[in-house]
């Protein structure tokens, strides 16, 4: 699949407003497009999270004749490759999951197939990559040894998680994006003893409850626990160069699923008042997936996230937040711009945006060796690698210009909203 992803405005408005608009109005715009604007959209698509949602809600208001029937039928088929290769991943989930329940590991599953059906009605809707875990850490070794023995391989290992690898990594072409691929990838989230995080983490594996996949039982959060992550996570994205609409969608799913239930909304700020930043990622996410598809928040949960965004962070989301998570991949560093309003008062705060701004020295390995690999799969992989940080570092140079040059608007818009909150209510 290509690196740099981009999409027509125009499709990509029309592909949201099918999640509000009646089955007329989404007919008569999605069918105002041609079978080459669809191929061109196809890479956002994919990247967004958007293409199975999509086409489920086609097929919701029955109105999927409203594309070319080449494209439904390449949507389809890619819904039929993704149910295959959820069956092959949840075959490895179970398998994983079963050897650290018999190793008696302190652990919960976190996203992935936990998500169905409260953050999405079918997990083949959803393009997983891999499987995320949040372990207790004294187990961390035997989780290790678990997930060696079943052929993966430690990739990376930082102050809150261990990512492992197995099976060959290979250049992911369009056309396969959705099929069963032999890479698998494990992710274990943990937090240090010591550390603020780690009684929270202590608190959230407390409160596992048990879910059942294929007649097994196996551990998730409570659910205002994991509401809490998945907003948490939709901030941590946002904090970063790229963000996936699917996951606004999924959230909202939730919200306006549960919108009636005072004793989940009530839970969730209880647990929020011990996570720091809890409050703004609910508000922050709320606010721009309402902005995308619609939907209801309930003011119990809206007055004390929503209502209490601090005024930066929501003239962020008025200026920037759209195109943050329609920017064409890669992304975009005008995050920096909300981690400047997040990071007030943080002294470290240039540091770390100095950090983020100039090119890291070592570039992410996109590819595994593979064993006895012959010399020219070796440079075909080399070749693919040098492309790649090129591509990287095309990246940097026009993002960090391109947020320099609206660092001074931004400071701009600050002062001005600034000067507006001082005015008196009726000069307003």
Not at 12 to 29: G, H, K, L, M
Not at 127 to 133: A, G, I, S, V, Y
Not at 360 to 369: F, G
Not at 380 to 385: P, V
Request: hydrophobic share 40%; charged share 25%; net charge positive.
């Amino acid at each position: 699949m290509g690196w740099s992803i981009s999409v027509d405005e125009r499709i990509a408005d029309a592909v949201i407003a099918s999640f509000t608009d009646s089955v007329e109005r989404s007919r008569a715009r999605l069918s105002a497009f041609s079978r080459k604007d669809w191929e061109r959209a196809y890479l956002w698509l994919i990247a967004s999270g958007m293409t199975l949602y999509f086409l489920d809600r086609l097929q919701t208001l029955g109105i999927e004749d409203s594309l070319p029937p080449i494209t439904i039928a390449k949507f389809q088929q890619n819904l039929a490759d993704n149910r295959r290769r959820n069956s092959a991943l949840m075959e490895e989930f179970i398998a994983i999951n079963c050897a650290f329940v018999q190793a008696g590991i302190r652990y919960a599953n976190a996203k992935g197939f936990t998500l169905a059906p409260d953050y999405c009605p079918d997990s083949a809707l959803r393009n997983q990559l891999d499987f995320d875990f949040l372990v207790d850490e004294k187990y961390l070794g035997c989780c290790r040894s678990i997930l060696t023995a079943a052929g993966y391989v430690q990739s990376v290992e930082s102050a809150s998680a261990w990512e492992f690898k197995a099976g060959a990594s290979k250049p992911a072409r369009t056309e396969d994006h959705y099929k069963p691929r032999p890479e698998r990838r494990v992710e274990l989230h943990f937090a240090r003893v010591g550390s603020p995080r780690w009684l929270l983490c202590d608190a959230q594996l407390a409160r596992i409850v048990q879910r059942t996949w294929h007649g097994r039982s196996f551990p998730v959060f409570a659910p205002e626990d994991q509401f809490i992550i998945q907003a948490l996570h939709i901030l941590s994205h946002l904090r970063s160069p790229c963000t996936r609409l699917s996951w606004l969608l999924e959230y909202m799913r939730f919200v306006s699923t549960h919108e009636h239930n005072s004793t989940l909304w009530e839970s969730v700020r209880e647990r929020s008042q011990a996570t720091r930043d809890a409050a703004i990622a609910i508000g922050l996410a709320t606010l721009l997936s309402r902005r995308f598809f619609g939907g209801r928040a309930p003011d119990q949960l809206n007055k004390w996230t929503l209502d209490c965004l601090p005024a930066g962070v929501k003239l962020w989301a008025d200026c920037y937040g759209h195109g943050a998570c329609l920017s064409k991949f890669p992304g975009t560093k005008l995050y920096l711009l909300l981690e400047g309003e997040l990071g007030r008062g943080d002294i470290q705060w240039l540091v770390k945006r100095r950090h983020r701004l100039i090119p890291p020295r070592k570039v992410p390995q996109i590819t595994l060796a593979e064993q006895n690999e012959s010399l020219w799969k070796r440079m075909r992989r080399a070749l693919y690698q040098a492309r790649f940080t090129l591509f990287r570092l095309r990246f940097h140079l026009v993002e960090d210009l391109r947020y320099m040059i609206e660092l001074s608007r931004w400071k701009r818009l600050l002062a001005a909203q600034s000067i507006h909150n001082l005015l008196p209510s009726a000069e307003k």
